[in-house]
């Protein structure tokens, strides 16, 4: 069984920044592709960024390029996602996800992940 575990949301101003933590046990985190989603109210759940098992490569939507990094550090078995320019319409609950991946791979949808936290709301006000 592997638990995720998000942290770091909270209620930021237009322009400001977050840095979003998700810690990982259970089971080997290095073995592990890892993304980001949010879900805003009244919508569905959309991919955010997510980065590889070695951490060599990652991938973003469009709407966050630029503005966040995805991050990992097999050592303390968390990821990461440092949100800047935050804009009221990053406003959402975000959730971490794992998948065991290849060490170049990532992934992008929703159906590629069978594990994922239970969500860290990021409000942004104008």
């Known amino acids: 069984q592997v638990l995720l575990v998000e942290s770091g949301g909270g209620l930021v101003q237009a322009g400001g920044s977050l840095r979003l933590s998700c810690a990982v046990s259970g089971r080997t985190f290095s073995a592990y592709a890892m993304g980001w989603f949010r879900q805003a109210p009244g919508k569905e759940r959309e991919f955010v960024a997510a980065?590889?098992?070695?951490?060599?490569?990652?991938y973003y939507a469009d709407s966050v390029k630029g503005r966040f990094t995805i991050s990992r550090d097999n050592v303390k078995n968390t990821v990461y996602l440092q949100m800047n320019s935050l804009k009221p319409a990053d406003t959402a609950v975000y959730y971490c996800a794992a998948e065991v991946g290849h060490s170049g791979s990532y992934y992008y949808r929703i159906v590629d992940y069978d594990f994922w936290g239970q969500g860290t709301q990021v409000t942004v006000s104008s």
């Open positions: 980065i590889s098992v070695s951490g060599g490569s990652t």
